[in-house]
């Protein structure tokens, strides 16, 4: 009989946690239905900066790092997770605005959307993905500001707000993953 290497990975997740700022999230309401300002929430969901692309790049940088960089896709993987809350929330605030969650993002212009994994920057090296990393949030909080700027819901941004916080927190600690 012949024998088999196996080969393991001894990354342990176990009571890992969302990587957050440590300050509660607004109440998930809004003031009024307005499917402009769902349409641009969907963009954040959705889109190709959007909290979508984010989890499912650093699921994707987490898993390839996970057996080799052990400290780093722990730390990723909680990143992921905190972006998997922000993308819970945007899709209650599209629900509460009379939008739809369908993975389109709709545009101002009528052009619409459907998410693509064509969306993500998946690199080859960990510097290279923590770099990509830094781009996207920087994208993010540019386009948070932006939809911000559009909204006139005093709900809708402060939870906007409040996932920013995160994006730079995150800015911050990738930018320490970067001097490991």
Known sequence: MEEHAVLTCDCNFA?????????????????????????????????????????????????RLACEHCSIARTILGIAVAEMMHLQ??????????????????????RRRLWTPEFLSLQQECERMIAAGIESERAAIQQYQAHIRMIEDDCVNAVLKRIIMDEEYHIMLLQALQSQ
């Open 15 to 63: 009571g890992l946690k969302p990587i957050m700022v440590d300050l509660p999230y607004p109440p998930i309401r809004v003031e009024e239905k307005n499917l402009a300002y769902a349409g641009l929430l969907s963009i954040d969901y959705c889109g190709a900066v959007s909290e979508l692309s984010a989890v499912t790049q650093y699921i994707n940088n987490e898993s």
């Open 89 to 110: 929330k945007l899709g209650e605030l599209i629900g509460l605005l009379g939008g739809t969650i369908d993975y389109t993002a709709k545009y101002r212009n009528g």
